[in-house]
Nanobody, 130 residues
Framework: VQLVESGGGLVQDGGSLRLSCFAS????????IGWFRQAPGKEREGVAC????????HYSDSAEGRFTISGDKVKKTAYLQLNNLQPEDTGLYYC????????????????????????WGQGTQVTVSS
């Protein structure tokens, strides 16, 4: 399994970006992709995740209604639309992937932002200038 993120960049306060995470190696739609971010000097936090098997999104509080996750089953790509970006959104944005069964089993007992996904991408940098 390989995950490749793209779409990061430098934007001004209030701007938008669309991040992409291409997942190769999973059979069919049997996976969940999560987006996480890590700001300089801070711990990694979950943002959103998308289950491809039933096309259901899940959001953490940090998404704050400004971010939208979606997925394209044919392209095996998850997207994270970031709107009204603020300087505090600056950080390295990672996508991670997990087998659907394991994801649902783990998230039944823990927050989906608190367990370690099996597969991780290298990250794409988002920088928001004020």
């Amino acid at each position: 399994v390989q995950l490749v993120e793209s779409g990061g960049g430098l934007v001004q306060d209030g701007g938008s970006l669309r991040l992409s995470c291409f997942a190769s190696g999973f059979p069919g739609d049997d996976y969940v992709i999560g987006w996480f971010r890590q700001a300089p000097g801070k711990e990694r936090e979950g943002v959103a995740c998308f289950s491809f098997i039933n096309s259901s999104p899940h959001y953490s509080d940090s998404a704050e209604g400004r971010f939208t996750i979606s997925g394209d089953k044919v392209k095996k790509t998850a997207y994270l639309q970031l709107n009204n970006l603020q300087p505090e959104d600056t950080g390295l944005y990672y996508c991670a992937a997990e087998n659907t069964d394991r994801w649902f089993a783990m998230s039944s007992v823990r927050s989906p932002w608190e367990f370690e996904y099996t597969y991780w991408g290298q990250g794409t940098q988002v920088t928001v200038s004020s």
